[in-house]
C-alpha cells in the first residue's frame, strides 16, 4: 500500500505515533534511527493495508515502550541531550518570566502610589523602576549574580532532563 492511499486521518496517525517514538529514541545513535523509523514507517503502512492504521498501532504498542525496548537492544543507558536542552531553555524562561512579573508589579505599585521611581538591587544589579506621566520604564544592569543564576539554573536543569550522569556511568 502506498502512502498516498492512506487516508489523511491514517496518515495523521501514523506520524502522530512515529512522532511519540522519535521522543524516546532522540538519543539513539542518528543513522540507526533513521533506518528505524523508515521500516517502521514502511510495516505500519503494510499492516495498515491489511488490518487497518488503528489495528497495526495498537499491535506496535505503545511508542514509548518500544523505543525502550530499541535502546534497552543497544546494552547502555543513553543520556538524553535535547531533552536538557530543552529543559534548560525552559528553566531559564521561567527565571526571566518571575523577574518580568516582578518588574510589572513594581511599576504597577508605583502607579497606584501616584507615579515615582524607586531603585532596587537584586543579585547585585541596580534596577531602576519608573512610573511617571512621561515615563514608564525599568532600567537595570548587568551582573556576575545574575549570569551565575542564569548558568546555575540552566545548569541544573540540563543536568537533571539530560539524565547527564548516563553518560559516566
Excluded: C, N
Aim: aromatic residues 12%.
Amino acid at each position: 500500500m502506498s502512502t498516498r492511499a492512506l487516508s489523511p486521518r491514517d496518515l495523521l496517525a501514523r506520524e502522530r505515533y512515529l512522532f511519540r517514538f522519535s521522543w524516546t529514541m532522540q538519543d539513539y545513535p542518528r543513522r540507526e534511527y533513521k533506518r528505524i523509523r523508515r521500516e517502521l514507517r514502511a510495516e505500519v503502512t503494510a499492516a495498515a493495508a491489511d488490518v487497518g492504521m488503528a489495528a497495526a498501532l495498537a499491535d506496535l504498542g505503545h511508542p514509548m515502550v518500544l523505543g525502550e525496548r530499541y535502546i534497552a537492544e543497544l546494552g547502555r543507558r543513553l543520556p538524553r541531550w535535547t531533552t536538557g536542552i530543552v529543559a534548560a531553555a525552559l528553566a531559564v524562561a521561567v527565571v526571566i518570566y518571575l523577574f518580568t512579573a516582578y518588574a510589572v508589579g513594581t511599576l504597577d505599585t508605583l502607579e497606584a502610589l501616584g507615579g515615582g521611581a524607586v531603585t532596587r538591587y537584586p543579585f547585585g544589579s541596580e534596577t531602576t523602576f519608573t512610573f511617571t506621566g512621561q515615563e514608564i520604564s525599568v532600567r537595570s544592569s548587568t551582573s556576575w549574580q545574575w549570569a551565575a543564576l542564569y548558568v546555575g539554573v540552566a545548569a541544573v536543569a540540563f543536568v537533571t532532563g539530560s539524565r547527564l550522569w548516563r553518560a559516566l556511568g
